[in-house]
């Protein structure tokens, strides 16, 4: 049974900074694609970033520059830093392992990040 676990969001002003985790259980985590999603009320779920094992990342244009993705192959973990955090990032972070060859997908419970001064 896979378990996601997630941590580390909140409320934070514009400019601030915040580091998401996600800590995952219950299968060999090498044959899955880590990654972030968010949900913005009234949106469509969205992608934020994603990372392979071998650490290829793919990032959404609108967190460029200002999101980094992490994962440790050791821990099952993946850390999604953020900074200089907008308003528009406001939504629920979603932690996501996606299977290489089957593309089967977990979700975890989601994260509520706010920015707001």
């Known amino acids: 049974q896979v378990q996601l676990v997630e941590s580390g969001g909140g409320l934070v002003q514009p400019g601030a900074s915040l580091r998401l985790s996600c800590s995952a259980s219950?299968?060999?985590?090498?044959?899955?694609?880590m990654g972030w999603y968010r949900q913005a009320p009234g949106k469509q779920r969205e992608l934020v970033a994603t990372?392979?094992?071998?650490?290829?990342?793919n990032y959404a244009d609108s967190v460029k520059g200002r999101f980094t993705i992490s994962r440790d192959n050791a821990k099952n973990t993946v850390d999604l830093q953020m900074n200089s955090l907008k308003p528009e990032d406001t939504a629920v972070y979603y932690c996501?392992?996606?299977?290489?060859?089957?593309?089967?997908?977990?979700w975890g419970q989601g994260t509520q990040v706010t920015i707001s001064s």
């Open positions: 990372i392979r094992s071998g650490g290829s990342t």
């Open positions: 996501n392992l996606d299977h290489l060859f089957t593309h089967f997908t977990y």
């Open positions: 219950g299968s060999n985590f090498r044959l899955y694609t």
